[in-house]
């Protein structure tokens, strides 16, 4: 310590013995004071932050803006992806009678069901409540839970049938080709040393499906079809006449969405070796309306590259904006389970009046 600072101390010292005899208090006394007006201005001024202080909330807040900005660019990408993923069977169904010249009726019903689709697009992408509006709006006409599953079944297998998507069915492939493919055969074999028999079957099974010209009220020609190929398939509760809606409108195209993902996820993962069905389920209840879709599958085909599971998303998007649910369960890591719900009154007009 320097001679200065000493003697500045001092001097300082000296004084306020000064300053505390002329009040007639001790030194101690001044300094006890000195620390209570201390503590006072350090407490407010932590109770008031200064401008300073406050930055660190302006920065959160703009945290939490550009985090809502990110999702909400976010789930407008994944709408649009879902859409493009769900032109594509509508497409390749167009392009097959295209090049063959057969079936303009079925032609034009996937124009119009494709119209329907980019209707429903600028919907969800805008107003969930004008998406609540509209299908509780839609409570009549001739479409039913029935034509637009298969509908959707139609729209999902033509999808998978291509050649593009052969390797995203390939269990289907094996399974039917047992009498052709060594039962040992593993998939890198299919396609190496069996290429020729996937690839025939992948044209015969296209041929046969387009040529099938399936109709609204063509169910059990289409659940026969998916049984000899596929897997054993049971329809439990489409039969349910309280739901009707009109053709190409905003009902029929969020079910399409819903059925053709849930279908199109079944096909791909399904795998039993005892044949379990695939079963598809309609509910309506008081509260809630619940399309279920069971199928068996195995570890292995679930680890398989088939898809980029961003319509798993769009589902919940969709249940969202209808304020219902979207779930996925895995019972004894045997049987895939997806559950969409949404609110009864929206399909259905309370009291019931069958028509």
Known sequence: MSYLTINFEADLLRQAKNYAASQGV???QIVRDYLVEITKVTEKTALSPSSTDKLPVLQQANERRLEQERKAKQELEDIMAMFAHKFRGPLQSIQYNAEHENQKKHTIEYVRTMTG???????????????????????QGDRTLTTVLVKSLSMAITQLLTVNNMDRIVQHYLGYAQAQVPSTATREQLMDEYLDIWENLQTQWENSFMQLGVKPDDLSLLIAWIQERFFPIQIVGFDDNLIHFKP???????????????????IKYYSSARAEPVIVRWESQKEVCKLVCENPTTQIERDSPKGSHKGHTFL???????????????????????????PSHLLIKFPLQKQ
């Not at 409108?249 to 279908?263: A, D």
């Not at 904006?321 to 949404?342: N, P």
Request: aromatic content about 10%.
């Open 26 to 28: 001790s030194l101690n």
């Open 117 to 139: 689709l980019l209707n429903i697009f600028s919907t969800v992408s805008t107003s969930a409540n004008e998406l609540r509006n509209k299908i509780s709006q839609e409570r």
């Open 248 to 266: 190409y409108g905003v009902t029929e195209s969020v079910f399409i969405i819903i059925m053709t993902e849930m279908l199109l996820n079944a």
């Open 316 to 342: 919940n998007t969709i249940a969202r904006k209808l304020q219902g649910h979207f779930a996925q369960t895995l019972e004894q890591d045997h049987y895939y389970i997806a559950e969409f719900s949404l």
